[in-house]
């Protein structure tokens, strides 16, 4: 990615998600980034579909997305904003989920919700990095969560 794209990326298709995160099927949380402002905010959508392999045991006759999922979009949706951030001259970067903290589910995620998952830089020091993320639903509060999560250059 060149740095006129870094600085002027304010969103993202799928094709462009996975080019900032190393996530595959079935572990790709984010469908597409609707917004990005550098590296301080952005928000991610999942588009919840009953085809998703979790509802065949989460739960069968009451399907509701695993709260686990919510977080890892949450943590997605952070690390695309790291990759966007780094510095273009580095190897290519991983980034490593390292905790979660004042985490809360409020409502369940079900097949056919669209899922926002908004995220806010709190810090960053070095390669190290806070985000506050609150997850909505057709502007309803889902769930939310901090999370720091660590820069890492890949081995390629």
């Known amino acids: ?35 990005m402002d550098g590296d301080n905010s952005g928000i991610g959508i999942k588009n919840v579909t009953i085809n ?6 989460h739960f069968p006759k009451q399907p509701v997305m695993p709260g686990v999922l919510l977080i890892e979009a949450m943590a997605q949706t952070a690390g695309a904003l790291c990759i966007n951030a780094r510095d273009n001259n580095s190897n290519p970067s991983l980034v490593y989920f390292m905790t979660i903290d004042k985490c809360k589910f409020r409502k369940p995620v079900v097949p056919g919700d669209q899922v926002h998952f908004n995220v806010k830089k709190i810090r960053n020091r070095a390669t190290i990095w806070k985000f ?3 997850a909505t639903v057709d502007g309803q509060k889902v769930a939310e969560a901090e999370v720091s999560a660590m820069l890492v250059d890949s081995e390629t």
């Open 1 to 35: 990615m060149s740095d006129s794209e870094k600085t002027t990326l304010n969103s993202a298709d799928i094709m462009k998600v996975m080019e900032l995160l190393p996530h595959r099927y079935p572990f790709l949380m984010i469908d597409r980034i609707i917004e």
């Open 52 to 57: 998703e392999p979790h509802f065949q045991g």
């Open 132 to 134: 506050e993320c609150v």
